[in-house]
Protein backbone atom coordinates (compact mmCIF):
# COMPACT_ATOMS: atom_id res chain seq x y z
CA UNK A 1 0.00 0.00 0.00
CA UNK A 2 1.50 3.65 -0.71
CA UNK A 3 2.04 6.07 1.39
CA UNK A 4 0.12 8.20 -0.41
CA UNK A 5 -3.14 6.34 0.53
CA UNK A 6 -5.77 8.23 3.10
CA UNK A 7 -3.36 10.75 3.40
CA UNK A 8 -5.41 13.63 0.76
CA UNK A 9 -2.97 16.17 1.95
CA UNK A 10 0.84 14.83 1.50
CA UNK A 11 -1.13 12.93 -1.65
CA UNK A 12 -1.81 16.50 -3.17
CA UNK A 13 1.56 17.61 -2.46
CA UNK A 14 3.31 14.91 -3.65
CA UNK A 15 1.40 14.82 -6.98
CA UNK A 16 1.82 18.28 -7.63
CA UNK A 17 5.22 17.53 -8.30
CA UNK A 18 4.42 15.36 -10.77
CA UNK A 19 2.02 18.04 -12.24
CA UNK A 20 5.23 20.76 -12.21
CA UNK A 21 7.59 17.85 -13.16
CA UNK A 22 5.06 17.14 -16.46
CA UNK A 23 5.43 20.36 -17.33
CA UNK A 24 9.09 20.83 -17.24
CA UNK A 25 8.95 18.19 -19.83
CA UNK A 26 6.80 19.46 -21.98
CA UNK A 27 8.83 22.91 -21.87
CA UNK A 28 11.79 21.02 -22.77
CA UNK A 29 13.68 21.78 -19.75
CA UNK A 30 13.95 18.29 -18.40
CA UNK A 31 15.63 16.48 -20.94
CA UNK A 32 16.84 12.56 -20.21
CA UNK A 33 16.77 12.90 -16.03
CA UNK A 34 17.91 16.39 -15.66
CA UNK A 35 16.46 18.54 -12.86
CA UNK A 36 15.35 18.05 -9.33
CA UNK A 37 12.41 18.65 -6.90
CA UNK A 38 12.49 18.83 -3.23
CA UNK A 39 9.40 19.21 -0.77
CA UNK A 40 9.08 19.50 3.10
CA UNK A 41 6.17 17.47 3.53
CA UNK A 42 6.42 17.36 6.96
CA UNK A 43 3.39 19.08 7.84
CA UNK A 44 1.59 16.37 6.20
CA UNK A 45 3.35 13.43 8.16
CA UNK A 46 0.77 11.31 10.68
CA UNK A 47 1.95 9.06 13.78
CA UNK A 48 1.42 6.49 11.66
CA UNK A 49 4.36 7.78 9.18
CA UNK A 50 6.32 8.65 12.39
CA UNK A 51 6.04 4.99 13.74
CA UNK A 52 7.14 3.68 9.72
CA UNK A 53 10.44 1.50 9.92
CA UNK A 54 12.87 2.16 7.45
CA UNK A 55 13.23 0.73 4.04
CA UNK A 56 17.22 2.07 4.27
CA UNK A 57 19.79 2.41 6.04
CA UNK A 58 20.86 5.80 7.29
CA UNK A 59 22.91 7.51 4.94
CA UNK A 60 25.06 10.39 5.07
CA UNK A 61 24.14 13.81 3.51
CA UNK A 62 27.59 15.49 3.85
CA UNK A 63 26.56 18.54 6.08
CA UNK A 64 24.89 18.63 10.23
CA UNK A 65 21.42 20.47 9.15
CA UNK A 66 20.55 21.24 12.70
CA UNK A 67 16.91 22.86 11.71
CA UNK A 68 15.89 19.82 9.67
CA UNK A 69 15.54 17.25 13.17
CA UNK A 70 12.30 15.76 11.86
CA UNK A 71 11.78 16.68 9.09
CA UNK A 72 10.35 15.03 6.34
CA UNK A 73 10.93 15.27 2.36
CA UNK A 74 9.25 14.17 -0.92
CA UNK A 75 12.64 13.95 -3.95
CA UNK A 76 12.72 13.24 -7.17
CA UNK A 77 14.74 10.27 -7.26
CA UNK A 78 18.41 10.08 -8.90
CA UNK A 79 18.38 8.97 -12.53
CA UNK A 80 14.73 9.46 -12.75
CA UNK A 81 13.31 11.64 -15.80
CA UNK A 82 10.91 14.03 -14.97
CA UNK A 83 8.61 12.60 -17.60
CA UNK A 84 8.25 9.26 -15.14
CA UNK A 85 7.88 11.25 -12.18
CA UNK A 86 4.55 13.01 -13.79
CA UNK A 87 2.94 9.48 -14.12
CA UNK A 88 4.16 7.59 -10.97
CA UNK A 89 6.13 9.91 -8.72
CA UNK A 90 6.03 7.37 -6.46
CA UNK A 91 8.02 4.96 -8.67
CA UNK A 92 10.57 7.98 -9.84
CA UNK A 93 10.58 9.46 -6.30
CA UNK A 94 10.82 8.83 -2.51
CA UNK A 95 9.61 10.32 0.96
CA UNK A 96 13.13 10.25 3.52
CA UNK A 97 13.09 11.29 6.80
CA UNK A 98 15.85 13.33 8.63
CA UNK A 99 17.57 11.50 11.46
CA UNK A 100 18.18 12.96 14.18
CA UNK A 101 21.43 13.64 14.60
CA UNK A 102 20.82 15.92 11.85
CA UNK A 103 23.65 14.94 9.40
CA UNK A 104 21.62 11.45 7.86
CA UNK A 105 18.46 10.65 5.64
CA UNK A 106 16.54 6.86 5.64
CA UNK A 107 14.65 5.82 3.12
CA UNK A 108 10.90 5.39 4.49
CA UNK A 109 8.30 5.35 1.32
CA UNK A 110 7.28 3.71 -1.07
CA UNK A 111 10.41 1.97 -2.36
CA UNK A 112 14.14 2.36 -2.33
CA UNK A 113 14.28 5.35 -4.96
CA UNK A 114 17.30 6.81 -4.22
CA UNK A 115 17.12 10.57 -4.26
CA UNK A 116 18.78 13.15 -6.18
CA UNK A 117 22.30 13.30 -6.26
CA UNK A 118 21.92 17.12 -5.78
CA UNK A 119 20.45 16.00 -2.31
CA UNK A 120 22.77 18.16 0.12
CA UNK A 121 22.00 21.36 -2.13
CA UNK A 122 18.41 21.29 -1.40
CA UNK A 123 18.53 19.90 2.34
CA UNK A 124 21.19 22.60 2.85
CA UNK A 125 18.72 25.66 1.62
CA UNK A 126 15.99 23.89 3.37
CA UNK A 127 17.93 24.20 6.48
CA UNK A 128 18.82 27.88 5.96
CA UNK A 129 15.23 28.94 5.13
CA UNK A 130 13.71 27.10 8.18
CA UNK A 131 16.64 28.92 10.46
CA UNK A 132 15.33 32.12 9.14
CA UNK A 133 11.70 31.64 9.51
CA UNK A 134 10.61 31.07 6.12
CA UNK A 135 7.35 30.15 4.57
CA UNK A 136 8.75 28.47 1.95
CA UNK A 137 8.75 24.76 1.60
CA UNK A 138 9.83 23.73 -2.28
CA UNK A 139 12.82 24.17 -3.69
CA UNK A 140 12.91 23.21 -7.68
CA UNK A 141 16.21 22.47 -10.18
CA UNK A 142 15.36 22.68 -13.82
CA UNK A 143 17.43 23.62 -17.19
CA UNK A 144 15.12 26.28 -18.81
CA UNK A 145 16.61 26.79 -22.61
CA UNK A 146 16.86 30.91 -22.82
CA UNK A 147 17.87 31.30 -19.59
CA UNK A 148 20.90 29.04 -19.58
CA UNK A 149 21.92 30.49 -22.95
CA UNK A 150 22.00 33.97 -21.53
CA UNK A 151 24.87 32.58 -19.01
CA UNK A 152 27.18 31.66 -21.90
CA UNK A 153 28.46 35.51 -21.36
CA UNK A 154 30.25 36.95 -18.75
CA UNK A 155 27.84 40.38 -19.38
CA UNK A 156 25.19 38.60 -18.04
CA UNK A 157 26.75 37.29 -14.89
CA UNK A 158 27.33 40.68 -13.60
CA UNK A 159 25.24 41.44 -10.66
CA UNK A 160 21.17 42.32 -11.74
CA UNK A 161 21.94 42.69 -15.28
CA UNK A 162 20.38 40.18 -16.18
CA UNK A 163 17.64 40.69 -13.65
CA UNK A 164 17.20 44.32 -15.09
CA UNK A 165 16.91 43.25 -18.97
CA UNK A 166 14.31 40.46 -17.86
CA UNK A 167 11.73 42.83 -15.71
CA UNK A 168 11.84 45.00 -18.50
CA UNK A 169 10.49 43.28 -21.28
CA UNK A 170 7.37 42.37 -19.88
CA UNK A 171 5.54 43.81 -16.48
CA UNK A 172 4.52 39.99 -15.37
CA UNK A 173 8.09 39.49 -15.02
CA UNK A 174 8.79 41.92 -12.77
CA UNK A 175 5.34 40.99 -10.93
CA UNK A 176 5.73 37.58 -10.41
CA UNK A 177 9.59 37.38 -9.40
CA UNK A 178 9.91 40.62 -7.88
CA UNK A 179 13.29 40.21 -6.58
CA UNK A 180 14.86 39.16 -9.59
CA UNK A 181 17.68 36.78 -10.45
CA UNK A 182 20.63 35.45 -8.65
CA UNK A 183 23.58 34.32 -10.65
CA UNK A 184 26.31 31.76 -9.02
CA UNK A 185 29.38 31.45 -10.77
CA UNK A 186 29.74 27.51 -12.46
CA UNK A 187 30.72 24.95 -9.92
CA UNK A 188 30.64 21.08 -10.41
CA UNK A 189 26.99 20.34 -9.91
CA UNK A 190 25.95 18.54 -6.83
CA UNK A 191 29.10 20.18 -4.67
CA UNK A 192 29.22 21.73 -1.23
CA UNK A 193 30.85 24.36 -2.85
CA UNK A 194 27.34 25.09 -4.87
CA UNK A 195 25.26 23.97 -2.15
CA UNK A 196 27.28 27.46 0.24
CA UNK A 197 26.93 29.33 -3.09
CA UNK A 198 23.62 29.13 -3.54
CA UNK A 199 22.63 29.77 -0.34
CA UNK A 200 25.03 32.98 -0.47
CA UNK A 201 22.84 34.25 -3.02
CA UNK A 202 19.24 33.49 -1.67
CA UNK A 203 20.67 35.32 1.25
CA UNK A 204 21.00 38.19 -1.06
CA UNK A 205 16.81 38.04 -1.02
CA UNK A 206 16.84 36.11 -4.27
CA UNK A 207 13.95 33.30 -4.10
CA UNK A 208 15.63 31.98 -7.82
CA UNK A 209 19.29 31.79 -8.96
CA UNK A 210 20.97 30.83 -12.15
CA UNK A 211 23.46 28.24 -12.31
CA UNK A 212 26.22 29.49 -14.66
CA UNK A 213 26.22 27.60 -17.60
CA UNK A 214 23.92 24.60 -15.58
CA UNK A 215 20.57 25.70 -14.87
CA UNK A 216 18.46 27.59 -12.25
CA UNK A 217 17.53 26.60 -8.64
CA UNK A 218 13.68 28.54 -7.38
CA UNK A 219 12.44 28.03 -3.78
CA UNK A 220 8.90 29.35 -3.06
CA UNK A 221 5.75 28.14 -0.71
CA UNK A 222 5.18 24.96 -3.11
CA UNK A 223 6.40 23.85 -6.04
CA UNK A 224 3.56 25.12 -8.58
CA UNK A 225 4.93 28.63 -6.96
CA UNK A 226 8.30 28.20 -7.85
CA UNK A 227 7.53 26.96 -11.54
CA UNK A 228 5.80 29.90 -11.87
CA UNK A 229 8.75 32.33 -10.99
CA UNK A 230 11.11 29.99 -13.11
CA UNK A 231 8.23 30.44 -16.23
CA UNK A 232 7.79 34.10 -16.26
CA UNK A 233 11.66 34.69 -16.18
CA UNK A 234 12.33 32.31 -19.31
CA UNK A 235 9.14 33.65 -20.97
CA UNK A 236 11.36 37.43 -20.55
CA UNK A 237 14.23 35.65 -21.43
CA UNK A 238 12.59 34.40 -24.74
CA UNK A 239 11.04 37.79 -25.38
CA UNK A 240 14.67 39.19 -25.34
CA UNK A 241 16.08 36.51 -27.58
CA UNK A 242 13.51 37.11 -30.02
CA UNK A 243 13.64 40.94 -30.25
CA UNK A 244 17.52 40.12 -30.84
CA UNK A 245 16.76 37.91 -33.25
CA UNK A 246 14.93 40.31 -35.26
CA UNK A 247 18.20 42.46 -35.42
CA UNK A 248 17.58 44.65 -32.69
CA UNK A 249 18.66 45.51 -29.02
CA UNK A 250 15.22 45.36 -27.51
CA UNK A 251 14.99 48.88 -25.40
CA UNK A 252 12.79 48.01 -22.62
CA UNK A 253 10.19 49.46 -19.65
CA UNK A 254 12.31 52.38 -18.29
CA UNK A 255 13.78 52.40 -14.89
CA UNK A 256 10.96 54.67 -14.18
CA UNK A 257 8.33 52.83 -15.62
CA UNK A 258 9.57 49.68 -13.42
CA UNK A 259 9.12 51.64 -10.70
CA UNK A 260 5.87 53.10 -11.01
CA UNK A 261 5.40 49.20 -11.01
CA UNK A 262 6.60 48.30 -7.74
CA UNK A 263 4.90 51.17 -5.89
CA UNK A 264 1.64 50.81 -7.40
CA UNK A 265 1.69 47.00 -6.85
CA UNK A 266 3.30 47.42 -3.40
CA UNK A 267 6.04 45.12 -5.06
CA UNK A 268 10.19 44.57 -2.85
CA UNK A 269 12.31 47.61 -3.70
Not at 5 to 24: C, P
Not at 46 to 68: C, T
Not at 226 to 251: C, H, R, T, W
Request: charged letters at 25%; glycine letters at 6%.
Amino acid sequence: MSILENRKALSDAVWQVAEAAGYLWTKGWAERNGGNITVNVTEHVDDDMRAMPALSEPREIGFVLPHLKGCWFYCKGTQKRMRDLARDPMANGSIIRITDDCAHYEIVADSIVNPTSELPSHLSVHNYLLAKGSPYRASLHTHPIELVAMTHTNRFLEKDVATNILWSMIPETKAFCPRGLGMVPYMLAGSKELAKATIEAIDDDYDVVMWEKHGIFAVDVDVMAAFDQVDVLNKAAQIYISAKNMGFEPDGMTQAQMRELSDVFGLPK
